[in-house]
């Protein structure tokens, strides 16, 4: 018994060492003077690294623990290490924005601390139990951050937006979940896989249960008609917590969809992939065309991600491996460039200076032209163009739904792509056609520049040799 | 001699370029000699690879493979038949000629000027030289975004308006290519076009396939009715851009046909002959018609190569109609040599005429006709060398613009009398609204005051017209180097167009 139960504590040592570590800065913020607040991003960093090299160290192949309700296979080491890095990321990235704007306080990385627990919790998730509690760790930390500009009333205002709306889809998961668990008898996922093999497919219980998982889950990740809050709380958050929202969470919504439809539900997937069907060509419709009409860039970059998050579901609703590969590769090459430009945006602004309309890039090729090309290769990646990995993103997902014979739905997507390509070529616009207003003042920290050039160019790199990356993730899903 | 010259002449270009962006405009005399070095040593470079070709045969030659991205058992394949060689050649000299025309004309951040088009040649080497349908895509869709930074930095006052046409008409047509590849891909399991060529396909497959390589293609090329960006782009890009916009890349619109749709696609092809052709015969009188009332010498230039890209499309298609009447593939041969000749001669023609402009443009700072008048009188040179290029582009024999022109008028009367008719009224268009702009603008007696005070050619200038010059009649006098190379990689075009896939 003592020994199933180290062997369950190993598996979740990662969990274990990055709650403890979140608490230890929770602990050590509370005696710190606002000028020794670098000891709280110090401490935060080492976590975040300490949890990977835990993760890394972890044994291969798949693992399951704690009787079943946590799993740790290679999708979730792959999904937990991309977590922490793009966490840090955003840690590194916000520091000055935060620093400048007196929110450079504890709670920001306590809540990003648990918010990235959350994230590994749902990605390890092997019952619907603990997958729920996953999910509610990550939303209640998120909605923590969104109003963690107390000031700002307009943060405010998306943060309460963002909880209610929540509220309202965790309720839909929640019912949805106790629907398959009374048709079932079980909340495990594997025994849940079993019973939809055996018939349970065909089981409407089941069938209703699985609607409002399918619509809670489409909630978290922002795809239409579920996205209403996307672009709120992308424009009303402060940049950094939009920057952290928009990116490592969705690592955690990739893990989500692929243990609840791909491993739970995997038998029905005649079933849901309809209804994935008309969340991503509505997500990848509407996030595009919206967006053109957008003048704010973060919430043109939440448009964009609606449509973005419509790609993902392609490759997940094709119900292949090739699918769900082609999906986790988009959403690695997501996560990479929302960083990136969100740290755009942060590179510009300044005191009392957002920088987050269109118009504020406007002449940025002539002051600062190597950043300037930097936020060309990402919104060149992001409108899918080649060589960029944004282009192979694409691509593979585009594959995986021709190859179950959706060919129309692919020609939808790519057509759609093009409108989208239109809003990212305005962006450009501004940048390298128009001159700027006023003077173009670059305060950023030498690592930040170095580490926005280095997110940039990775996106042209992994575009030309995007070999490792699909190697890497072809590994995960052995 | 085992350099890899493809891999060098794509990416010399490339990293040059970016090297010339690294060194900024401070000095701009250092970035502008670089990018001269550069182009001059790609042009170099493909030198060896024109005499150390194996004329003889229709293999792929200068093959060069490794694997590139092996989850989609896409690789690093490079390889040049008789169809890339001449455009390839075609690319590195007009890069050339660019690069001096513009030596000291631009004032706007000139070594990204030059970075861009050092770049543009060398993804446009990519897109002749890639036996990878996927990597072909990658070049093709690449070079979008330097030539819209191209028009939309250094062009004309609408110039943001031609450049997010110019971006998502090409760019729209070239999804639904995408689309028709990776089909193709999961069909063969692979993106060789050698494998891609053997795969077996059904009518309604390839009738799909062929209709969304059309889509790419035909905006490329352009045709009518989605011809419409080219002007718009011609008109507000820079002169170098205009000259690269006219002289390459609407070759790739031909390219692609011969490349991917008449072999991957034949049966369709074949089928859907009558739509292509009928385009080229409306775009041939209508967009004559059009050209003949610009007054815009820019415009008047873009709608005229839209009507001569069309003799190429009709080249190209004109084949299977041959075959059908003659029951022999002769005709079918000089069809395709003449739309491959078309499309290098409209390369040197349409580029000269654009320098032209180029050359009065930066004097007097309009391309409106009316501006002109009698600028023989003070530009004796230019004069000259203007009507040259004007005979030429109306077909004059002797000069390049013939031959092309003539084979395919003669592979068209094979065909169908009525084809050959309606294709050589071209030689009336094309002589009426040519020889108008240069009585209009070069003949005559000194319209004004501006023309009175311009000065002729400089060194530069001179060199650069002269070169064409040469090009434009040693061609038209003796095209047979040019025929002797692509003579037996059409004949195998022409075999794999007749083989069905069904």
Known sequence: MNQILANSLTLASPEIVLACGASLVLLVDAFLTDRQRGISYLLSMVTLALTAVVVASLPEGRNVGFSGMFVVDGVARFLKLAACGTVAAVLLYSRDYLRIRGLFRGEYFVLALFATLGIFVIVSAGSLLSLYMGIEVLALSQYALVAFDRDSSIAAESAMKYFVLGAIASGALLYGISLVYGVSRTFDLAQLAVFVQLGGASNIGLLFGMAFMVAGIAFKFGAVPFHMWVPDVYHGAPTSVTMLVGSAPKFAYFGLILRVLGEGLGGAVAEWQGMLIVLAVLSIAIGNVVAVAQTNLKRMLAYSTISNVGFILLGILAGTSAGYRGALFYTVAYVLMALGSFAMILLLSRKGFEADRIEDFRGLAQHRPWFAWMMLFLMASTAGLPPFVGFFSKLYVIQAVLDVGLTWLAVVAVLFSVVGAFYYLRVIKAMFFETAAGEVVVEASPSFKFLLSLNALSVLALGLWSGPLSDAIAKAFH | ?502
């Not at chain 2, 970075?115 to 990519?126: D, T």
């Not at chain 2, 650069?464 to 059409?490: C, F, Q, S």
């Open chain 2, 1 to 502: 001699m085992n350099l890899p010259l493809l891999s060098i002449l794509t990416w010399l270009p490339v990293i040059g370029g970016i090297v010339v962006m690294l060194i900024g405009d401070r000095p701009v005399v250092l970035a502008r000699w670089v990018a001269l070095a550069v182009s001059l040593a790609a042009l170099g470079f493909s030198v060896p690879l024109w005499s150390h070709f194996d004329a003889a045969s229709a293999a792929l030659q200068f093959v060069e493979r490794t694997a590139w991205v092996p989850t989609l058992h896409s690789d690093y394949h490079l390889g040049i038949d008789g169809i890339s060689l001449p455009l390839i050649v075609l690319t590195t000299f007009s890069t050339v000629l660019v690069i001096i025309a513009s030596w000291s004309v631009i004032e706007k951040r000139p070594s990204q000027y030059y970075a861009a088009f050092l770049i543009m040649e060398g993804l446009m080497v990519g897109v002749f030289s890639a036996a990878d349908a996927l990597l072909f895509y990658v070049f093709w869709e690449a070079m979008l975004i330097p030539m819209f930074l191209i028009i939309g930095i250094w062009g004309g006052a609408r110039r943001i308006y031609a450049t997010i046409k110019f971006f998502l008409y090409t760019f729209l047509g070239s999804v639904l290519m995408l689309v028709a590849l990776i089909y193709l891909y999961l069909k063969a399991g692979s993106y060789d076009l050698a494998a891609l060529y053997e795969l077996p396909l059904s009518r309604p497959e390839q009738t799909l396939i062929f209709l969304a390589f059309f889509a790419a293609f035909a905006v490329k090329v352009p045709m009518v009715p989605v011809h419409t960006w080219l002007p718009d782009a011609h008109v507000e890009a820079p002169t170098g851009g205009s000259v690269i916009l006219a002289a390459i890349m609407l070759k790739m619109g031909g390219y692609g046909f011969l490349r991917f749709s008449l072999p991957i696609t034949p049966d369709a092809a074949h089928q859907l002959d009558w739509l292509v052709i009928a385009l080229s015969l409306i775009a041939v009188v209508y967009i004559g018609l059009i050209a003949l009332v610009q007054t815009d010498m820019k415009k008047l230039i873009a709608y005229s190569s839209i009507a001569h890209m069309a003799f190429v499309t009709l080249g190209c298609f004109v084949g299977y109609e041959i075959v059908a009447v003659t029951g022999s593939a002769a005709g079918e041969t000089l069809a395709l040599s003449g739309a491959m000749v078309q499309m290098i001669s409209h390369g040197l023609v349409s580029g000269a005429l654009f320098l032209c402009v180029g050359v009065l443009y930066d004097r007097l700072h309009t391309r409106d006709i009316g501006a002109y008048g009698g600028v023989i009188n003070t530009m004796p040179y230019f004069g000259a060398f203007m009507v040259l290029f004007g005979m030429a582009n109306a077909g004059l024999p002797g000069t390049s613009g013939f031959v092309g022109e003539f084979m395919i008028v003669l592979a068209s009367f094979r065909a169908n009398f009525w084809f050959a008719a309606v294709a050589a009224l071209t030689l009336i268009t094309g002589a009426a609204y040519t020889l108008w702009l240069i009585k209009r603008v070069v003949l005559g007696p000194v319209a004004n005051e501006g023309v009175a005070s311009l000065k002729d050619l400089n060194g530069r200038e001179f060199l650069v017209l002269g070169v064409l010059a040469i090009a434009v009649i040693a061609m038209g006098v003796y095209p047979k180097p040019l025929t002797d190379v692509m003579e037996p990689t059409l004949r195998h075009l022409v075999q794999l167009m007749s083989v069905s896939k069904l």
